[in-house]
């Protein structure tokens, strides 16, 4: 089972009677190790596969999982195991324990979108001047605070500025309304649990009884809510084993907590540590620059990366006059690869620091006919026609989902104007019922004309026997009806910038009626429309893309946040400058200078055969040149393994070796 391990891997795979913590390096086989630990425990520690848990953060990661375990167990070794994302185990155990909660079942998820909504709305009405400009940093800071398991109250306590004040009475009016609209965020499916597991010992000993042995992947990137939830079911005992490296964590911005790692020393004085050092992935010339940049980063565990693939080649510096001819010098470096070494372009990645450094890029790979993809685009979610199809179900599903009434009420148009929907919220919050349940009341048609009155019957009547018709049909059913019901593909027509746009948006609605009927098929949990819903939020909300096509040959363009885990044996490392890389917001403080020196480390070990590294010395900022610095990440790279362009001296025979190589594998590629 263990025989193709190296021996570091070997003993991270065989260790048990402490806590582990498996330092594992880019590039270093950790996800075959946790894979390989997993048939470990079932076959030779004799542990039930049902007391397992294996934890990551990414659908895509969790699938990979799912995948290689059927590939080394027997279904009947591995029936029970749970392989899922911590908020996948979050939503299980709150389903499971919602009563308690003091929630109704089928109770709603919602996305950044929805709760953007209710937080603005609830900036406006709580600020003594209009704070909606705000809005946006206090969904940040109340998601922050949840991250952190502080409470509203706690908050407020904390709060030492006008701004943090007036978010703090915001996330405590915020949780009011989350709960009366039997709804959670995407942060409460960590911290509800941990809540609940504070509150109820007793509940806590019954999961503690259910997962006896964790495996927490790419720990790192943990935030304090879930270092409290591992901490909590593993108790006392000693069945856990993370992977991670303080290395890689790039993700401060959205709560990960580095000293997670550190905290586990303290946490567990027993805790073994074991380092994974060897690289599979990278040539030596490239691990050994990575070793270096990282190494001016304070460590709790020293590790050095190596590799058995060979030195490799040097890293390509290509100093660029301006933005326009970096992007010309890096398309012709391409060009040369794909000439010289037959390479195809989807060995190629092109990373920068943030999404809009792409565009130059796009343009000019477009104007050479080259095919790419952008790794972080428009989501399937994010599509309107999508967002309206699943706020249909969501009402269904749940009449207390306020954001759902909101979207679908005049989607298509019902002529049921601003000002009704005004006097709904008013009336429903001084009620303190949903919008929905407001809008059958006696007491909210005497507030309206008699016209609106009747507009707003037709569609409460509609949406409750699309209630009953829940309890009879299959959810896809229910689906197809509501699309036909609401004339929702002329709504297309109509609102589509053309009959092709129209066609393609229809598609997407198309595609969900297909995933529902899939869904409900699978069961596992997903026999109703309110389980197929929740379970479509929780996908949204944690794989914001489609799953690319691997066998199409595109470039991959894409930040360097996005290319963590991933690896191409061609990587260009664009714009890497000061105020870029490293980001002007982090220049400042040490803390966002050693990220920003991570998120380096993070795209040079993305590279497997050759790396590029870019930058321009003149930029265009609104509409004037502005000097730009190489960055100072660039000085902490060794020399010996750098080859730079504007210094480089090719001999005579070096040139005729290249013309010679273009020359034969041009005429292979005519032949072939």
């Known amino acids: 089972m263990s025989n193709d391990l190296n021996p570091q891997q070997k003993k991270a795979v065989e260790h048990i009677g402490t806590p582990l913590l498996v330092l594992a390096g880019a590039g270093s086989g950790k996800t075959r190790v946790i894979i390989t630990k997993i048939a470990w425990l079932i076959r030779k520690a004799g542990l039930n596969a049902r007391n397992i848990a294996a934890i990551t953060f990414t659908n895509k990661a969790a699938r990979e999982m799912k995948q290689r375990v059927s590939e080394l167990l027997h279904k009947s070794e591995s029936k029970g195991l749970t392989v899922s994302t911590f908020h996948t185990l979050g939503l299980n155990i709150i389903r499971s324990e919602y009563k308690t909660l003091g929630y109704k079942s089928g109770f709603t998820i919602f996305d950044a979108q929805d709760t953007g909504t209710i937080i603005k709305e609830l900036t406006l009405k709580e600020a003594d001047t209009d704070a909606a400009d705000d809005d946006e940093d206090y969904r940040w800071l109340i998601s922050r605070w949840k991250n952190d398991f502080i409470s509203p109250t706690k908050a407020y306590e904390m709060a030492t500025t006008s701004g943090e004040l007036l978010a703090a009475r915001v996330y405590e009016r915020y949780q009011r309304q989350l709960k009366a609209y039997n709804a959670l965020d995407f942060d409460d499916l960590i911290v509800l649990p941990v809540q609940l597991f504070k509150e109820h010992p007793e509940i806590l000993q019954k999961w503690q009884q259910k997962l006896r042995y964790l495996l927490v992947d790419e720990y790192q990137d943990t935030n304090t809510c879930q270092y409290h939830l591992v901490k909590q079911l593993i108790g006392m005992r000693s069945g856990l084993t993370v992977v991670g490296d303080d290395d890689q964590s790039i993700y401060a911005w959205r709560g990960a907590r580095p000293e997670n790692i550190s905290q586990l020393s303290s946490d567990y004085p027993h805790l073994k540590v074991i380092k994974l050092e060897q690289n599979y992935r990278s040539t030596s010339r490239i691990l050994n620059s990575a070793n270096q940049l990282i190494a001016n980063n304070p460590h709790l565990y020293d590790k050095n990366l190596w590799s058995a693939l060979g030195e490799g080649e040097r890293i390509n510096i290509l100093p660029c006059r301006t933005a326009e001819h970096e992007v010309e010098q890096v398309v012709t470096e391409i060009m040369k690869y794909v000439f010289r070494d037959r390479a195809q372009y989807k060995e190629f990645a092109i990373l920068y620091r943030s999404n809009h450094q792409s565009r130059l890029f796009e343009r000019a790979l477009r104007d050479h006919n080259i095919s790419y993809k952008i790794t972080g685009g428009m989501s399937f979610f994010e599509r309107a026609e999508v967002k309206d199809t699943l706020a249909y179900l969501r009402l269904i599903s749940n009449t207390a ?228 610095e190489p960055s100072r990440f660039l000085e902490e790279l060794p020399e010996e393994h750098l080859e730079w362009a504007n210094r480089k001296v090719v001999s005579h025979e070096e040139m005729q070796q290249t013309a010679q190589s273009y020359i034969s594998n041009l005429q292979d590629m005519l032949g072939d």
């Open 401 to 628: 989902d306020d954001a759902a009434f909101l979207r679908v009420v005049n989607t298509p148009k019902r002529e049921i104007g601003a000002s009704t929907l005004e006097k709904l919220g008013e009336y429903a919050n001084k009620r303190n019922v949903s919008l929905f349940a407001a809008s059958t009341e006696l007491g909210f048609a005497q507030k309206i004309s008699v016209r609106a009155k009747a507009r707003l019957e037709r569609f409460t009547y509609w949406v409750n026997e699309m209630i009953r018709l829940n309890q009879e049909l299959e959810p896809d059913a229910i689906v197809n009806k509501v699309i036909i019901e609401t004339d929702y593909a002329e709504w297309l027509q109509h609102t589509s910038s053309s009959p092709k746009m129209a066609e393609r948006r229809m598609q997407n609605v198309n595609e969900i009626v297909d995933w529902v009927k899939r869904l409900y098929n699978e069961g596992d949990g997903k026999e109703t429309l309110s389980d197929v819903v929740s379970h479509m939020a929780l996908m949204d909300i944690l794989e914001r893309n489609k799953e690319e096509d691997e066998e199409q040959n595109d470039i991959s363009l894409m930040t360097l946040h996005t290319a963590k885990g991933l690896e191409f044996p061609y990587v260009f490392m664009v714009g890497v400058e000061e105020e870029i890389l490293p980001h002007a917001n982090s220049m400042e403080d040490e803390k966002g200078l050693e990220e920003e020196r991570r998120l380096t480390y993070v795209g040079i070990t993305r590279a497997k055969k050759q790396l590029t590294i870019s930058f321009a010395k003149t930029r265009q900022r609104y509409g004037e040149s502005i000097p730009c």
